[in-house]
Nanobody, 126 residues
Framework: QVQLVESGGGLVQAGESLRLSCAAV????????MGWYRQAPGKQRELVAS???????NYADSVKGRFTISRDNAKNTVYLQMNSLKPEDTAVYYC????????????????????WGQGTQVTVSS
């Protein structure tokens, strides 16, 4: 089995910073793209940032210049450094991967699927 385990959310004031982490854990062969979505109350889930296994990143216009996504492939971990936070950044942030390949000892073939984390709350006060 595979899980995406998130950490780093919290309550901060406008202008401050937070760093989110998300580790893919399990009997993993490979992890494709990883990234972060967010969902604010009453709004649809939106893509914040993504990064390929080769390190190519993509950002929502609303966070360009303030957020930086990075990953450590050896640790199967993705990070989101969020600077100059604004109240409109308040949301539940979800880590995802579009494809993780894994195989347990009892399996005869590997599994592939997309995965989501449980979500971590980020609250920015004005």
């Amino acid at each position: 089995q595979v899980q995406l385990v998130e950490s780093g959310g919290g309550l901060v004031q406008a202008g401050e910073s937070l760093r989110l982490s998300c580790a893919a854990v399990g009997s993993i062969f490979s992890v494709n793209a990883m990234g972060w979505y967010r969902q604010a109350p009453g709004k649809q889930r939106e893509l914040v940032a993504s990064i390929t296994s080769g390190g190519t990143s993509n950002y929502a216009d609303s966070v360009k210049g303030r957020f930086t996504i990075s990953r450590d492939n050896a640790k199967n971990t993705v990070y989101l450094q969020m600077n100059s936070l604004k109240p409109e950044d308040t949301a539940v942030y979800y880590c995802y991967s579009d494809q993780i390949t894994w195989m347990s000892e009892s399996d005869t073939e590997p599994h592939e699927s997309d995965y989501w984390g449980q979500g971590t709350q980020v609250t920015v006060s004005s």
